[in-house]
């Protein structure tokens, strides 16, 4: 059998074929290295699209039970604060506000009665002082004519009577005097026990008819509105909530295992669904949670039980937003949004070791309420006051 040799024409073509399929296969397996590496090749930042935004959702709640007669706002819509939402069947609380400034109006005049039986006290001490003196008085002249015969001993003895009399009836008064005055002593009518005791129930009653009005705490939008028109309304049911709009975060939920880079403090860029990659948030990071979601889960995980499997747990981060840009594109509570942390500053904190030095929330909505009580106690005061002084008694 003849056996055939390929010739150099021959042998060129193949080899060079052999060469482009390697240099072929080289391209691709460095190509696919590349982006291998730059999938995981660190790049100094942490990303996760486990994140969502979360704000303050503040509960409009009576403080006190009443039917629902108006409700001034709807889902959706934007209120100030201050803005009456729901208005209470108000005729209860008004019959116990007339009650109480009639009172105070009574405390008032009694009170008054008072210092003026202190004051007759006073003067009826003086009175009978000078019986007792002009008793005295008399009593002599009769003792100094007895030895002349001029006056007989039954006179003086109508006169010893009347002395004894005149200063009976002193020691009278003056006890009089002492127990009106203990009534009085120190202490003016806006400032008796009497009248500050009716002076609280009318604050009471006057801030429990203030409260059938409720107003919005905060400003913001009307959300999860539930009351209706003649419903009967406990004290604490949730009726509305509003959500401040300018009080917006993102809790970003990472892995366990990317925690170790995150610091407080660190910049973040965010882009939400909502808007796209067009529009991009710039935050920091403010703090981590105490405990992973699962821990505090409605019904945790019971790993000491049956076959276990590890599942890799994600921590809350909290994520502050910039005002500026959260007010040019605003966001609602539960969007979702892509997190990206430049973890290349790691000299911050890895969680909070101290006080926060963020603005605590508070409304002074309510701030008014016993500032118009009091106007109204010194209205009534004023108008049973007579010509009697505001001065305390000596």
Do not use: C
């Not at 409009?60 to 709807?74: K, M």
């Not at 009351?227 to 990472?254: C, D, H, K």
């Not at 904190?349 to 008014?368: C, D, G, I, W």
Request: hydrophobic residues 45%; proline residues 4%; neutral net charge.
């Amino acid at each position: 059998m003849t056996q055939t040799t390929p010739t150099p024409a021959e042998t060129k073509p193949a080899a060079r074929a052999l060469s482009a399929k390697n240099i072929g296969a080289a391209v691709l397996l460095s190509g696919a290295a590349v982006a291998a590496w730059l999938m995981l090749a660190p790049d100094g930042r942490q990303h996760t699209e486990d994140a969502y935004v979360d704000g303050n959702v503040v509960q409009v709640t009576p403080q006190l039970n009443g039917s629902v007669t108006a409700i001034g706002a709807d889902n959706t819509d934007y209120v100030k604060a201050g803005q009456v939402l729901v208005r209470l069947n108000p005729v209860d609380a008004q019959l116990a506000l007339a009650r109480a400034e009639a009172q105070l109006s009574k405390a008032v005049r009694q009170v008054r009665s008072q210092f003026a039986n202190a004051s007759q006290g006073k003067a009826n001490i003086t009175l009978r002082a000078a019986d007792l003196a002009r008793a005295e008085a008399d009593l002599a002249r009769r003792n100094q004519l007895a030895g002349s015969g001029a006056v007989s001993g039954e006179d003086i003895s109508h006169a010893e009577d009347a002395v004894r009399t005149a200063r009976a009836a002193l020691t009278v008064a003056e006890q009089q005097a002492i127990g009106a005055s203990a009534l009085t002593d120190q202490t003016s009518i806006a400032e008796h026990p009497d009248v500050l005791a009716a002076i609280s129930q009318l604050r009471d009653a006057y801030v429990a008819a203030s409260r059938t009005t409720l107003r919005a705490p905060v400003s913001g939008l009307v959300t999860k509105r539930s009351v209706q028109l003649g419903q009967r309304v406990n004290a604490g049911t949730a009726l509305m909530s509003i959500v401040p709009p300018e009080q917006m975060w993102v809790n970003a939920n990472f892995k366990e295992s990317q925690l170790g880079e995150i610091r407080i403090g660190q910049p973040v860029e965010l882009h939400a669904d909502l808007y796209g990659k067009e529009v991009r948030y710039r935050g920091r990071v403010i703090g981590t949670d105490a405990g992973t979601g699962s821990a505090f889960a409605l019904l945790p995980a019971q790993n000491a039980t049956g076959n276990w499997i590890k599942v890799v747990q994600r921590v809350p981060v909290r994520i502050a937003l910039d005002p500026k840009e959260l007010a040019a594109h605003p966001l609602k509570v539960g969007l979702s949004m892509r997190v990206s942390v430049d973890t290349a500053d790691r000299s911050g904190a890895l969680a909070m070791n101290s006080v926060a030095e963020r603005p605590h929330y508070e409304t002074t909505v309510f701030a008014a309420e016993l500032e118009q009580a009091d106007q109204l106690v010194q209205k009534v005061i004023a108008a049973n006051l007579g010509s009697q002084r505001l001065v305390k008694a000596d």
